[in-house]
Structure formats: structure tokens, C-alpha cells
T-cell receptor, first 115, second 116 residues
Framework: DAGITQSPRYKITETGRQVTLMCHQT?????MFWYRQDLGHGLRLIYY???????DKGEVPDGYVVSRSKTENFPLTLESATRSQTSVYFC??????????????FGNGTRLTVT | AQSVTQLGSHVSVSEGALVLLRCNYS??????LFWYVQYPNQGLQLLLKYTSAATLVKGINGFEAEFKKSETSFHLTKPSAHMSDAAEYFCAVRINMDTGRRALTFGSGTRLQVQP
């Protein structure tokens, strides 16, 4: 099925552990994004990627690492999880967000709890 | 830098009443503006977008928004609320530039409750 898939949907991990959130899209969109959603803050951009092997920091990149070796995948890694990284993480893709007729398509999110 | 401010984190209306969700933007250049909706346990879906072609924009599910440059606002309205409209609504902005960060900045969201 065409779309954007995030896995896992739910994850509980301990402080200090490394955890990777997966994102896969089937449209071959050039741009992919990671946002985190926290009460009172809305969605904040963590990292984005304009194409394979091109990534850039967003508003809140500290503690996160991304890679984009293939156009369709954009994994987000928390190198050493902290409680402040407990959040809902959304992946999104777009052919070109600079074009207004190219909206963001969102996955269903990953709810991460760091204990 | 561009930003959006959503006034009111929670709005409650009765079924059949007018829905008004407020969004003000800050941008030094003409912006692209969007409203997204998030239903429980789902990602965000595009409701409507402002492209500078028309100041009154119609979206899905009977929603519309009016771009008012003088007020730097892009409020979302619906004449008659339905129970199915209960969700969280996000205003977002992207500046209309050829270069620069090609990502959206989102407001903090407004949760709409619809009372029977």
C-alpha cells in the first residue's frame, strides 16, 4: 500500500539506551521530516532531509541522529535516551514543501516512553 | 523567522454552533499558510492551504479560512460544528522563498471539543 509507515507504534525504553525509530515512504518523495509532538509545544522539527544523503537540523536536534541512505527510509536514532525525549514522534514526507501543492504527508506516529 | 501563534489551546462548542479557531502568523515575506487536523492516534492531515491566489480558502469537511494581511491572521471557521469535528487543529506556516529551510513551522495546536 502506498503511504508512509512508522514503526514501532509504541516503544518503552530505559534511560541511556539507544533506540531507533523507523520511517518508510512509498511515494519516492524527496523530502522527509521528523517532528516531535509535546503538550503545549505543538510539533517541533527535529531533522529533515532534502534527498538521499542530505540531512539538516531542525529546531530541536540535540540527542538525535538521522541518516538517509535510501530515498524511502529516514530512521531517527536516539543515541542515549533521556526522559525529556519521551514524546510522540511523527515522520512526514513531501515531494517539495516549497511548492504549496505538495503538502506534508504524515505517518501515524511513534509514542516513545523513556523510563 | 516565521512563526504562528494559535490563541486558545482548547475550544468547546455545541453541535451546530460556529467554529472559530484563531491563528496569527509572523513573517517578513508573504507566507504560505496551512491548517492541519489530527484525529486521535493518527498523524496530521491537510485541511486547507493559502497560496496567495485567494484570501478566502475553502478546505475539506466544510472548513474555510480567511487570510487577512492587515491583521496577520489566518483563522479557521466552520458555520456548523459536527461531532466528528472533534480533533486537534494545527496552523502552520512556510515562508515563500526559493531558498531556505523547506519545512513547516507549526503552532501549538487547538483542541476542539464538540458538545452534543
Amino acid at each position: 500500500d502506498a503511504g508512509i509507515t512508522q514503526s514501532p507504534r509504541y516503544k518503552i525504553t530505559e534511560t541511556g539506551r539507544q533506540v531507533t525509530l523507523m520511517c518508510h515512504q512509498t511515494w519516492s518523495h524527496s523530502y522527509m521530516f521528523w517532528y516531535r509532538q509535546d503538550l503545549g509545544h505543538g510539533l517541533r522539527l527535529i531533522y529533515y532531509s532534502a534527498a538521499a544523503d542530505i540531512t539538516d537540523k531542525g529546531e530541536v536536534p540535540d540527542g538525535y541522529v538521522v541518516s538517509r541512505s535510501k530515498t524511502e527510509n529516514f530512521p531517527l536514532t536516539l543515541e542515549s535516551a533521556t526522559r525529556s525525549q519521551t514524546s510522540v514522534y511523527f515522520c512526514a514526507s513531501s515531494e517539495d514543501p516549497g511548492q504549496v501543492n505538495s503538502p506534508l504527508h504524515f505517518g501515524n506516529g511513534t509514542r516513545l516512553t523513556v523510563t | 523567522a516565521q512563526s504562528v501563534t494559535q490563541l486558545g489551546s482548547h475550544v468547546s462548542v455545541s453541535e451546530g454552533a460556529l467554529v472559530l479557531l484563531r491563528c496569527n502568523y509572523s513573517s517578513s515575506v508573504p507566507p504560505y499558510l496551512f491548517w492541519y487536523v489530527q484525529y486521535p492516534n493518527q498523524g496530521l492531515q491537510l485541511l486547507l492551504k493559502y497560496t496567495s491566489a485567494a484570501t478566502l480558502v475553502k478546505g475539506i469537511n466544510g472548513f474555510e479560512a480567511e487570510f487577512k494581511k492587515s491583521e496577520t491572521s489566518f483563522h479557521l471557521t466552520k458555520p456548523s460544528a459536527h461531532m466528528s469535528d472533534a480533533a486537534e487543529y494545527f496552523c502552520a506556516v512556510r515562508i515563500n522563498m526559493d531558498t531556505g529551510r523547506r519545512a513547516l513551522t507549526f503552532g501549538s495546536g487547538t483542541r476542539l471539543q464538540v458538545q452534543p
